[in-house]
């Protein structure tokens, strides 16, 4: 390995055969080893590369040795693909910063790939937030901070409250509000989650809608002896 050379940008450094770089780059589970501090510094040993940048391959799953780095971790005009970038933006291997990178990205097709990415970060998902187009998906994320579900247990649309109590993460007294929500669908969610405390399943057991009753007699957080004795003084 020569050690005299030095790599100060991220142009025009592909300096391996995809042969070399394929056995850089690859780790067990195909492609992303750079989040491996051993791998880490095995690669910079080999590459030379600066600090806090990556082989394309890595970040994007394009087996291409190219380097690239903050902040566009893109080397040319044309790679990686957009399909590069929506592949790397749903998937769970993708390392943080790079989704970090993705989240900003303009397209809002890609933007709601890292926003249902299982691996996405609290932090961008609170970030994700405030953004229009993705916020509906962000509050049904099971990371979703608890602090952004109560800011936005009051959005003006459905489904953004849809999936607030749909998700998990949402504490009784919030299910306890959504279950006298205006939209059935919103109430149907709050009947459905195990978080719902009892006395709010057995009000939704006389709810309007006769779905959103059925989902809160078989919630499972809905003691049986209860819903006997409810169903025997309405029968
Ligand atoms: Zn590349």
Redesign the pocket.
């Known amino acids: 390995m020569d050690r005299r050379r030095t790599h100060t940008g991220t142009a025009g450094s592909n300096q391996y055969t995809k042969s070399q770089a394929g056995s850089l780059i690859k780790g067990p589970g195909g492609r992303a080893t750079a989040k491996s501090p051993a791998n880490n510094t095995l690669l910079t040993q080999l590459s030379d590369r600066p600090p806090q940048h990556y082989r ?2 890595e970040v ?1 799953g ?1 087996g ?1 040795p ?1 380097v ?1 780095g903050p902040p566009t971790w893109i ?2 005009q044309d ?2 693909t957009a399909d590069h970038q929506s592949s790397a933006a749903g998937d769970e291997s993708t390392p943080p910063e790079i989704l970090e990178y993705l989240s900003r990205h303009e397209e809002h097709s890609v933007r709601l790939l890292v926003a249902g990415n299982r691996s996405c970060p609290p932090a961008i998902l609170e970030q994700f937030s405030y953004d229009e187009d993705v916020r509906w998906l962000v509050v049904r994320h099971p990371a979703c901070p608890l602090v952004v579900l109560r800011r936005v247990s009051h959005d003006p649309h459905s489904d953004v409250r849809w999936g607030v109590a749909a998700n998990l993460t949402s504490t009784p007294d919030m299910l306890e509000e959504f279950s006298h929500d205006r939209d059935f669908q919103v109430r149907w969610r709050a009947a459905q989650n195990p978080a719902s405390l009892p006395a709010t399943l057995v009000s939704l057991l006389a709810d309007e809608n006769p779905n959103v009753a059925r989902a809160a007699a078989a919630n499972p957080s809905l003691p049986r002896p209860l819903l006997a004795m409810w169903q025997l003084a309405h029968s």
Do not use: K, S
């Open positions: 394309c391959g994007w394009t291409c190219a690239v080397h040319t790679h990686p």
